[in-house]
């Protein structure tokens, strides 16, 4: 299950010479996380994992500077309602919201945040909700360093057996299955 920005994305971004000092810094960083990649040294794989990130951080900061208008989710981001509400969301998602409280953390109505969250997000503002946490969820759970209750628990659940079973409901699997298919791959665990 992608998360809608994800889904929005352009499949291809062109960064062309012309795009200096952006194009630069782009073959530097490349060049860096190669050498680090074949290098075989203690916190390589961190190293590339980090350049990796600001790679993608600046490419898409290009895609937005030659793209006036933004569409989908990026145009939900900058929404200022829209984009609070998310913020919310993000930063927060153990907290019990409903729409009502988002609205207000936005400065907008219950009805007009609904209508906007849905047109730009493409789906409820409580859906999204539910999405982010199962997300999260997914992510810590298969870090491995906590456990099911703490997890359920910090992404908005008071009970580890109604955490388990909205998992489930999402993925197909609850918490056991994602830490197993973790342990199964060890080399997208512990790379370096």
């Given at each position: 299950m992608l998360h809608p920005f994800f889904a929005a994305r352009p499949e291809l971004v062109h960064i062309s010479g012309e795009d200096e000092p952006h194009a630069s810094w782009v073959a530097t960083a490349s060049q860096m996380a190669a050498a680090e990649s074949t290098a075989g040294q203690r916190g390589a794989s961190v190293v590339v994992d980090r350049l990796a990130e600001a790679l993608l951080i600046q490419t898409l900061r290009q895609f937005l500077a030659r793209n006036a208008k933004p569409e989908g989710f990026l145009a939900a981001v900058e929404d200022p309602p829209v984009g609070r509400a998310l913020a919310c969301i993000h930063g927060r998602p153990e907290r019990k919201w409903n729409v009502g409280d988002l609205a207000h953390e936005a400065g907008i109505s219950r009805s007009g945040l609904a209508q906007r969250f849905r047109d730009l997000v493409g789906e409820s503002p409580m859906r999204y909700l539910a999405r982010w946490r199962m997300l999260a969820a997914r992510r810590l759970l298969t870090a491995g360093d906590l456990g099911t209750a703490e997890v359920a628990q910090r992404v908005g659940y008071d009970s580890e057996f109604a955490f388990a079973?909205?998992?489930?409901?999402?993925?197909?699997?609850?918490?056991?299955?994602?830490?197993?298919?973790?342990?199964?791959?060890?080399?997208?665990?512990?790379?370096?």
């Open positions: 079973k909205a998992l489930k409901r999402f993925f197909g699997d609850g918490p056991g299955a994602a830490r197993r298919a973790v342990a199964r791959t060890p080399a997208v665990r512990e790379r370096g």
